[in-house]
């Protein structure tokens, strides 16, 4: 099975630009989870997403957004950027199946944004 | 905050020797898992420990669940310089799906 792949690897933006990455999960798996890392605040939760619809939230602001679609391929979306947003976004899959019991999450590789 | 915290944050040592982190969490998890970070790569996933475990081994991976402490550990065993990486510990609350992790344990094995 192809693993979990993620577009574009690398992105520089300037501040106040809108940018949109996108996750595309192992195939079969229906929930997508997306995270930020940075040096300072490490691994934060931002959304998961499990058959087109948000199922949990982590403590973003608005201008971090998300969607998925019907073929569980998500895409987030970060808007008026700031310099702080500079981070290695990364996304994971999983099954989603077993009804709030925590599973393997299968990572891709991340994207690393660089804000301007 | 983070729910899980690891220490030490940072544990250089020889190859051969054994590396241990440890992980301490705040509140009921359904279980708690280990991911592994190569150079602010994706994570890969180790273990998976579940609440009603106590101990779970996986090749040169011992990992220890003491829910009474909310702690865990993860052992690898005659560590390689290929195990240099970051160490991570992820749990999630009972009843939600969100997957919290601690700032991460940098392993360094020298050669």
């Known amino acids: 099975k192809a693993g979990v792949t993620q577009t574009p690897r690398y992105l520089i933006k300037t501040r106040g630009q809108q940018v949109t990455l996108s996750c595309s999960p192992i195939?079969?798996?229906?929930?997508v989870s997306w995270y930020q890392q940075t040096p300072g605040q490490g691994l934060q939760f931002l959304f998961e997403y499990f058959s087109e619809t948000q199922r949990n939230k982590g403590n973003f602001p608005g201008r971090f957004s998300g969607r998925q679609f019907s073929n569980s391929r998500s895409e987030m979306n970060v808007s008026t950027l700031e310099l702080g947003d500079s981070a290695l976004y990364l996304c994971?899959?999983?099954?989603?199946?077993?009804?709030?019991?925590?599973?393997?999450?299968?990572f891709g590789p991340g994207t690393r944004l660089l804000v301007l | 905050s983070q729910q899980g915290e690891e220490d030490p944050q940072a544990l250089s040592i020889q190859e051969g020797e054994n590396a241990t982190m440890n992980c301490s969490y705040k509140?009921?998890?359904?279980?708690l898992q280990w991911y592994r970070q190569n150079s602010g790569r994706g994570l890969v996933h180790l273990i998976l420990i579940r609440s009603n475990e106590r101990e779970k081994h996986s090749g040169r991976l011992r990992v220890t669940l003491d829910t009474s402490k909310k702690s865990s550990s993860l052992l690898i065993t005659a560590s390689r310089a290929a195990d240099t990486a970051s160490y991570f510990c992820a749990t999630q609350n009972t009843g939600g799906f969100k997957t919290i992790f601690g700032a991460g344990t940098r392993l360094f094995v020298k050669a």
């Open positions: 195939s079969g798996h229906r929930s």
């Open positions: 509140t009921s998890i359904n279980n």
């Open positions: 994971a899959s999983s099954s989603g199946l077993t009804s709030g019991k925590q599973e393997t999450q299968y």
